[in-house]
């Protein structure tokens, strides 16, 4: 449980937050930032992308299509049923590799080194 603290109109709220909801909290502004260097895909993908046994699909998809199309909605299953989160994660060199020239890279990087932390430590990062 870690504690998050909101300045608002020179008032401190104080919020309690468990790992799901964090890691929740940063799907959503890696969403948002993903969107903001309009990597965000308007278009499903075509289902058979998805079959790749490779990282990443790599072979398939482009990393930013991995997070949209695989990570973030299988984070968010897991959350939703309150299931256990990995704990053996490695998001940011395979971003530092593939996003590098991208707008808005050094916001994603930031996200996904918050989601890597986190998800490594147990903990809120």
């Known amino acids: 449980m ?3 603290a909101a300045y608002t109109n020179a008032r401190v709220l104080v919020v309690q937050v ?3 909801q ?3 909290m940063l799907l ?3 969403e948002q930032a993903l969107a903001s260097a ?3 895909q308007m278009t499903p993908i075509d289902p058979q992308l998805l079959q790749s046994t490779q990282p990443f699909c790599c ?3 482009q990393f930013e299509q991995w997070l949209q199309f695989v990570f973030i909605p299988k984070m968010l299953a897991l959350i939703a049923q309150d299931l256990p989160l990995p704990s053996n994660i490695a998001l940011t060199p395979m971003a530092q590799m593939t996003l ?3 707008a808005n890279y050094k916001v994603i990087l930031r996200v996904l080194e918050s989601i890597d932390n986190s998800l490594s430590k147990g903990d809120i990062c």
Do not use: S
């Open 2 to 4: 870690g504690i998050i």
């Open 18 to 20: 468990n790992l799901h």
């Open 38 to 40: 309009k990597l965000w």
């Open 100 to 102: 590098r020239d991208q």
């Open 22 to 24: 964090h890691i929740h």
């Open 59 to 61: 072979d398939t998809l």
């Open 28 to 30: 959503e502004n890696l």
